[in-house]
């Protein structure tokens, strides 16, 4: 990052001795006599320094001020102020507004170069947090959500209504593949949170005491196997956002103490006395009927109704299949950029394919056939032969009848979702054995327990 340093100052002397100085030490430097000059240096020549070194006192108005009344206007730079006659006000003032330090002259070159180099370092680091928001806002921006159908058009106004009101929690619905996760982070990019952090979790992917651990963290010696002290991801996000996937997967203990911290905005680590206070926002998704789940006492209602201050219930793909104009020639584009290739041609007789399919996995399922049909196209055209576009339903039917039972048979096309494969193995093996849990869970090598959590999680009949 180039070193660039804006010096005010109106004695000429100590402003030139300082120029030549800090030149020679292969700095930027763009020097100014007064406040007005420093003004139209930054406001209207559009002048970026990293660091800002000001006298405190010039002939035109106090440099403190000049900051206060700036420093929204500008990209970020670390100020560092000189002053013959320096008093606490002035220094407890300028610590308030953010400057890095505030120095009395006359100030000893070394000393000064030690706090320059410090200032300098850590103004690379809030630049690169500043690029990296920028590049996270304008790739998950509320345009981000492509769509041309009314359900597409109603998300993004909610995304842009969203995105400029500090929410604490909201949930986002929707099936397998809608995109929950890329509306999360348009939520969390375009919101006044977007220079914090972002961390996720899936609660279906962990089991009860690894999540527990997870989010909470823990202490030395908390359980067997913790040797160290652990910051969970409650305390990662503070400041930021926790987006938790799949929460209905969350075992109902852990409902009761995730309900507890963002009531009390505190939590203990596993093994901890110490309370520590955060201040997140939490963005919960799910692919299941949360209401019904509270009915059937699955789900805990408290929770719900504090995370449910918004909701966000998204179409799956096959109810705005107009989507399919915009979704397909981005898709094409990203994958022409990433294998080298040069699709533009789409035919009449995809297009009718595309329609016509009901795309049970959503975009995550419409963007797996567009990759392959990418990879291996050997022209222009997008070929049509790679589409192998099948309903699991129509596929399932067409297996039904065979007759050895000991096997089932799924696409690995990319038509079914991972979720969607095991919940069709679940239910096949349910079905062969009349419905019966332990005959099932036999049948499939694993336990009643293991088979009961997942029989609830795609909402299956058994008989126990």
């Known amino acids: 990052m180039i070193k660039t340093l804006l010096i005010i100052e109106d004695e000429k002397l100590l ?12 700095w930027e430097v763009t020097l100014a006599a007064n406040l007005a000059q420093a003004k139209e240096q930054l406001l209207n020549q559009r002048l970026e320094p990293l660091l800002i070194l000001s006298d405190m006192n010039l002939p035109d108005g106090n440099a403190l001020d000049f900051m206060e009344n ?30 890095y330090d505030f120095l009395e002259k006359p100030c000893d070159l070394e000393r000064l170069d030690l706090v320059i180099n410090s200032a300098f370092r ?85 089991p009860r005491e690894m999540l527990e651990s997870e989010l909470f963290g823990h202490e ?27 929460i209905a997967e969350m075992p109902l203990d852990l409902q009761a103490k995730l309900l507890k911290v963002i009531e009390d905005r505190k939590f203990r680590r596993l093994g901890g006395e110490k309370e520590i206070s955060v201040d997140i926002q939490i963005i919960a998704a799910s692919h299941r009927d949360l209401e019904k789940m509270i009915a059937e006492g699955d789900f805990r209602s408290d929770l719900y109704h504090r995370l449910s201050v918004f909701k966000i219930a998204l179409s799956p793909l096959r109810e705005a299949k107009q989507d399919l104009e915009e979704l397909v020639p981005q898709f094409i584009a990203e994958y022409n950029a990433k294998a080298g290739r040069k699709v533009s041609k789409i035919s009449s007789s995809v297009w009718e394919k595309l329609k016509q399919h009901d795309w ?25 032969q790679w589409l192998q576009l099948r309903n699991p339903q129509t596929f399932s039917a067409n297996h039904s009848g065979d007759e050895n039972k000991q096997f089932i048979r799924l696409p690995l096309d990319g038509t079914m979702a991972l979720d969607d494969m095991d919940s069709f193995i679940i239910k096949t093996a349910l079905e062969r054995a009349g419905n019966n849990l332990t005959a099932a869970a036999r049948d499939l090598g694993t336990t009643r327990e293991t088979l009961r959590y997942r029989v609830r999680k795609y909402q299956l009949r058994v008989d126990e």
């Not at 402003?15 to 292969?26: A, D, V």
């Not at 099936?175 to 939520?187: F, P, R, S, Y």
């Not at 990662?236 to 987006?243: I, K, R, V, Y």
């Not at 996995?361 to 055209?381: H, K, M, S, T, Y």
């Open 360 to 384: 049970p996995g959503n975009v995550r399922e419409l963007r797996n056939v567009i990759e392959r049909c990418v990879l291996f196209a050997e022209d222009a055209e997008f070929p049509e």
């Open 122 to 206: 850590s103004a690379c680091i809030q630049r690169r947090v500043i690029d990296q928001t920028l590049q996270g806002y304008r790739r998950y921006s509320p345009e981000a959500y492509v769509g041309q159908s009314e359900q597409a058009r109603q998300t993004r106004q909610l995304l842009m209504r969203l995105t400029q009101v500090p929410f604490s929690a909201l949930i986002i619905g929707g099936e397998t593949g809608t995109g929950k996760g890329l509306v999360a982070k348009i939520l969390h990019y375009g919101g006044n949170r977007a220079q914090q952090p972002m961390v996720e979790v899936n609660c279906a992917a962990l």
């Open 15 to 26: 402003g030139s001795e300082l120029s030549r100085h800090y030149r020679q030490l292969g």
């Open 70 to 99: 700036i420093k929204a206007g500008i990209t970020h730079a670390e100020w560092l102020f000189l002053t013959g006659y320096g008093s606490v006000p002035d220094s407890v003032k300028a610590l308030r507004l953010g400057a």
């Open 220 to 246: 030395s010696g908390a359980f067997t196997g913790a040797t160290g002290r652990h910051r969970g991801l409650l305390e990662q996000a503070d400041g930021g956002t926790l987006f938790m996937d799949e």
